[in-house]
Nanobody
Framework: QGRLVESGGGSVQAGGSLRLSCDVS????????LGWLRQAPGQEREGIAR???????KYDDSVKVRFTISMDNTKDTLYLQMSNLKPEDSAMYYC??????????????????WGEGIQVTVSS
């Protein structure tokens, strides 16, 4: 199925911004429904943003308004623009795919393939 490769993570102070990128060009299976997951130490991996190919987006309440998911199809790159970051946003962030044939309208729980992740650390 290929790889999803995240980049753009790092350390930032609370209130700052970061933009994560995910190169999906190496993922050769269905990629009509993409998203971002995150996992903080000691916590479950959770879906925080989803973008379907019809333009529909979904966000977890914890990031709504502050984060924006988008796709540049000319670059095969998925983005997550993160603003007004908080210490509780510190986590490993993963680019993810819901590879089902009829994936549109799916939930965050239906991401079944993800990249190796990238660390985001927000200091207070």
């Amino acid at each position: 199925q290929g790889r999803l490769v995240e980049s753009g993570g790092g350390s930032v102070q609370a209130g700052g911004s970061l933009r994560l990128s995910c190169d999906v060009s190496g993922y050769t299976y269905r990629r009509e429904c993409l998203g971002w997951l995150r996992q903080a130490p000691g916590q479950e991996r959770e879906g925080i943003a989803r973008l379907d190919s019809d333009g529909t987006t979904k966000y977890d309440d914890s990031v709504k308004v502050r984060f924006t998911i988008s796709m540049d199809n000319t670059k095969d790159t998925l983005y997550l623009q993160m603003s007004n970051l908080k210490p509780e946003d510190s986590a490993m962030y993963y680019c993810a795919v819901d590879p089902r044939r009829n994936c549109k309208g799916g939930s965050m729980e239906q991401f079944t393939h993800w990249g190796e992740g990238i660390q985001v650390t927000v200091s207070s």
